[in-house]
């Protein structure tokens, strides 16, 4: 995972929030096998043991969860999702690796599922396999591609299932990138969504948070969308996320972007201004693009006046793709 505060941990938060919804809406044929009135247990300690352990490098399974089934038996699940939004080469080999590191540890049963929120429709890797001289090994895992839910809006709009939520917050993201002002209509109609499904006040926070940190706004847009919901919840009389928001200024939590500030660095500081916006610059990057190569990160690094930070920000939203954004920065850097 990124940190703590990145993508990974908003989709983990969700998962572990509605672990029930997420198998019935991503993958049902294996939510019907499962025993939720059991409970089930998120082995967190057990799988960053794992990956601490690990020699080869950079891990990304993120949730290890322990099930039972209908039948009474015990399982394992490896919940792996992705949410790089790029192509990966190596993907399905990570895939394997992880599942027999746990396999190897544990001696249980693990199945491996992945979640894919790229744009790039060829990429779908569903196995990993080698073979030579008679040998062959074979390994296979259900993946779930969130841009397949294209053409499916107006089915997602009737279902109260959380992640039809989440992956209507994901399509809008991507459809939008260049077009900000649509960006901002289709946030605020989808936090309006939060309400208007019935949810409960922590299920509103929640989902809120996944909206605000997927669809990034520039700073005058993102001040337009906060007095836009701001006005909506007074109409409802229900000002949950604005509430939600003061308590994070308050307790240093990161929960949003106000006027270009991370939340939690205090108002009025220079260096603190300064940081927050080289992380936003670099959360947006990572965002739409990927990974971001440690040379680009340096030069972002480099940059001290607070007008030529804003440009890398808004440039980081706008740029078709990371070549792009690196060639603004070395022509303003030089």
């Known amino acids: 995972m990124r940190g703590k505060d990145g993508k990974d941990s908003v989709w983990k938060e969700a998962i572990e929030t509605y672990f029930n919804d997420f198998l019935e809406f991503f993958f049902p044929q294996i939510a019907d096998d499962i025993a939720f009135e059991r409970g089930y247990d998120f082995l967190d300690k057990e799988l960053k043991r794992i990956i601490r352990e690990g020699k080869t490098g950079k891990r990304h399974a993120d949730l290890l969860v322990k099930v039972y089934l209908k039948d009474g038996q015990e399982k394992w699940l490896l919940v792996h999702i992705e949410v790089q939004g790029y192509y990966e080469k190596g993907f399905a080999e990570r895939m394997f690796i992880c599942n027999y590191r746990i396999f190897d540890r544990y001696r249980k049963e693990i199945i491996s599922l992945a979640i894919l929120a790229d744009d790039v429709p060829g990429f779908r890797p569903e196995k990993y396999e080698t073979s030579r001289w008679g040998f062959r090994h074979f390994f296979q895992f259900p993946t779930v591609k969130l841009i397949d839910y294209k053409g499916r809006w107006e089915e997602l709009e009737g279902m109260r299932n959380p992640f039809a939520i989440i992956v209507m917050a994901h399509m809008k993201e991507m459809e939008t990138k260049k077009d900000m002002g649509n960006r901002r209509f289709w946030k605020v109609s989808l936090v309006k969504r939060l309400y208007g499904k019935g949810y409960k006040k922590e299920d509103i926070l929640l989902l809120y948070k996944f909206i605000d940190w997927l669809i990034f706004l520039p700073d005058k847009e993102n001040e337009r969308f906060h007095e836009e919901v701001t006005r909506y919840e007074e109409e409802k009389k229900m000002p949950y996320i604005t509430t939600a928001e003061k308590i994070g200024v308050e307790k240093g939590e990161k929960i949003?972007?106000?006027?270009?500030?991370?939340i939690g660095i205090e108002k009025g500081e220079k260096i603190g201004v300064e940081k927050?916006?080289?992380?936003?610059?670099?959360?947006?990057?990572?965002?739409?693009?990927?990974?971001?190569?440690?040379?680009?990160?340096?030069?972002?690094?480099?940059?001290?006046?607070?007008?030529?930070?804003?440009?890398?920000?808004?440039?980081?939203?706008?740029?078709k793709d990371i070549e792009e954004f690196e060639q603004f920065i070395n022509k303003a850097l030089n």
């Open 276 to 319: 927050g916006k080289k992380e936003d610059i670099v959360e947006v990057l990572e965002t739409r693009f990927g990974t971001v190569s440690q040379s680009l990160l340096e030069k972002i690094k480099e940059a001290r006046d607070d007008t030529v930070l804003s440009s890398f920000l808004k440039k980081a939203v706008l740029a």
């Open 256 to 262: 949003g972007i106000e006027k270009g500030e991370k």
